[in-house]
């Protein structure tokens, strides 16, 4: 009974955030680095894409309650996301059109790139803060949990309770989704192939006649549908803040990183990655130990490897070492 | 002289901005945003060293800044001796463990061939090392922050004048940006930009929960000052003559003799608070001298030719048989050693330390607008740039404001859009920020004074 109670505290505490975490730092890691695989730049405005993204999907939220449409169970923010998911797109094309593809046409290197996504960071974060403020917004409704903690003490009679948030389940069913059609797409279809030979090499891609236009727009068009989505399942299950969105970049970025770079199925897995060893290294065993050991063992510290206050230096200090051992990414990326 | 026209234009109207601000807000307005204008000033001269002569990106600017702040509170501050007796010998130990772990490594590095083998040793010591560290550093953490929490419950400093922090600033950001240069240096630009800034972060999140060191997020308060206090000049003789003979117009309007006093009085204290700033500024701009004189002089030495030539084409510098690796490496502890003064300076200004300002996200980018904006590569540009954008980010918000109000002047007070507009005022600095670097990376990418080279 004490092992199955040992098991169900760690998938309560660790498993089950540490996968939807997981899932909303995948998503952004794919955005990064198809950005990075196919223009060719370290998107700097990546946290606050998604931040817009999010926002127009809250105003959306909002104007469908106020319409008195629902989902019944299911937060009202999954019929608002396609709607904001085509006003997302249409600003991505807007900067492209206005911002990107001047250098790019111009082949300025990517240093100069980088630096212009900082000042499109810079006007996003203003037109965020503009239009809906700086402050924290929840827009989650419908029902909360899928199990409740004591209702699965009940059922099961065990000691520890599970407690599954239905946005955690939302966000990983809808992650996995997006993710095979996306993989699906890239590896099977026309156009996702021309798109993966224009990322590996440029010149022979544009001599076997494939559009450099149409892959640089369809590009923009999956990123704004993963920045929205990613964006979005983050705040049905955290809160939508501004400057989180603009903080959570740097996860992202050692997500895209470890996994290696300029690969989306690195990224992938890079998000579980970070996230699991954020939270692994940070969580208190005490209670795992005590369920585990005989009394005389029990330790009487929390058995924390690190205090949670390291929980983004963790992350950090990965990426540095895959840096140091393996430049190029867990999942062998592109060689930088 | 006709060539540095648009250098002396361009100060010329910063200099006039500030003092419209002096006339139109308050002099000590003016001076606040002078002062800090200096200390950005001194932070862009660092990263445009990195960027403008060796081409590379440093996105670590926090991390050296809060170096440097903490450099001032560990020069400045009295030393705590209960917390010494309590857990100091523990401390030390840990210092001497985690050499003896450095050595170890080195060791290892140097005796042993590349291996497998090799990398998995200096895990296992490291590892062990660290559990070691925290079995004895543990004790001493908890007893030293046990000392009178509310006060003191950190280690202290040295208890010397504040202004040798600036240099003891230097040196600790030089330090880490050594470590750090040796580990990422290799990586290309775009990746090393990811790579310090999140090294950054790390060195803050250490800043901000080893309270042992730094008191963390309770702040440290109270640091000594180089300047006067405005309650002693206040008492001062020479100084209320001083403000007299300054205001003796107005005065001289005032015929009842207790007004007299009383406004005198109010002359005083403004004029105290004015002439601390102006001490502030005085030392902040000797040091801005210095390094422009410092910077100027390496930018036309034979090594300022080379570190270009490295910059502009690595491969045939390097054909030509200079160390690029080395030179990138001295390069990057320079910058970060005058990022850390910076810091220091900024401490010294403020008067206190507080590790939770430190927010890599925000200010980095900052600093990076004005280096681009200023001109990469020059260093009257680089200066300019400081002042330019801290000028621009302070005062946006009057700005904004006026721009509101003008463009929604036929709406009515209460119109739900011209409020919702009001209070999002403090956003328009950041929508300025952007656009302007959008605009300057557009049709002026080498800044508002490029780099100019010419043979002397």
Known sequence: ?336 | MRKNLNVIAAYTIMMGLIILVGIFQSWNIALSIFNLCLISAVMTMGANIQWGYAGLINFGIMGYTALGGLAAVLISVDPVQEAWSAGGSNILLSLLLIIGMALAVRYVLKKYEKSKVRTYIIATIIIAGIIIIRFVSEPGIEAIEEVDPAKTGFLGGFGLPIIFSWIVGALFAGGLAFVIGKVALGLRADYLAIATLLISEIVIAIIKHEDWLTRGVKNVIGLKRPAPYEVNLQQTDWFINLVEKFNLSKLNLITDLTERQSALNQFVIEGSSIFVKLCYSGLFLIVVIILLILTQKALYSPWGRMMRAIRDNEEAANAMGKNVVKQHLLIFVLGSAIVGIAGAMLVTQDGLFTPGSYRPMRYTFLIWVMVIVGGSGNNFGAILGGFVVWFLWIESAPIGLYLVNLTTAGLADTHFLKVHLIESVPYFRFLMMGIGLLLIMRYRPKGILPEKIEIK
């Open chain 1, 1 to 336: 009974m004490d092992y199955i109670n040992a098991i169900v505290l760690l998938l309560n505490y660790i498993f089950v955030p540490a996968l939807a975490y997981g899932s909303q730092l995948a998503l952004g890691a794919i955005f990064v680095t198809l950005i990075y695989g196919i223009l060719r730049f370290a998107n700097f405005a990546t946290g606050d894409m998604m931040s817009f993204g999010t926002m127009v999907t809250i105003l959306f939220t909002w104007y469908f309650q106020s319409l008195g449409i629902n989902l019944g169970i299911l937060p009202t923010a999954l019929i608002a996301i396609p709607f904001a998911i085509i006003f997302m797109v249409g600003y991505m094309l807007v900067i492209d059109k206005f911002v990107f593809k001047y250098y790019r046409v111009s082949k300025s290197p990517p240093v100069q790139l980088a630096m212009v996504s900082i000042g499109v960071m810079f006007v996003t974060q203003a037109v965020v803060r503009i239009i809906i403020g700086p402050s924290d917004r929840r827009f989650f409704d419908g029902e909360k949990f899928l199990i409740k903690a004591g209702e699965f003490k009940e059922m099961t009679g065990l000691n520890e309770g599970l407690a599954i948030k239905s946005t955690q389940v939302i966000t990983i069913v809808v992650t996995l989704i997006l993710v095979s059609t996306l993989f699906w797409f890239l590896n099977k279809t026309k156009t996702g192939k021309s798109m993966r030979a224009y990322s590996d090499n440029e010149d022979l891609a544009l001599l076997s006649g494939i559009d450099p236009k149409k892959i640089v727009m369809i590009t923009w068009i999956i990123a704004g549908v993963l920045a929205t989505i990613g964006g979005a399942l983050y705040g049905l299950d955290k809160s939508f803040k501004p400057f989180t969105y603009f903080n959570n970049m740097l996860p992202i970025f050692a997500a895209a990183i470890v996994g290696g770079i300029g690969n989306p199925f690195g990224a992938f897995l890079g998000g579980y990655v970070i996230a699991f060893s954020e939270i692994l290294l940070t969580y208190a065993y005490k209670k795992f130990f005590i369920y585990l050991l005989p009394e005389s063992l029990e330790p009487n510290t929390l058995v924390q490897l690190l205090s949670t206050d390291y929980k983004f230096a963790v992350s950090f200090s990965i990426l540095v070492i895959v840096l140091l051992y393996r430049p190029s990414g867990i999942f062998k990326g592109k060689i930088l």
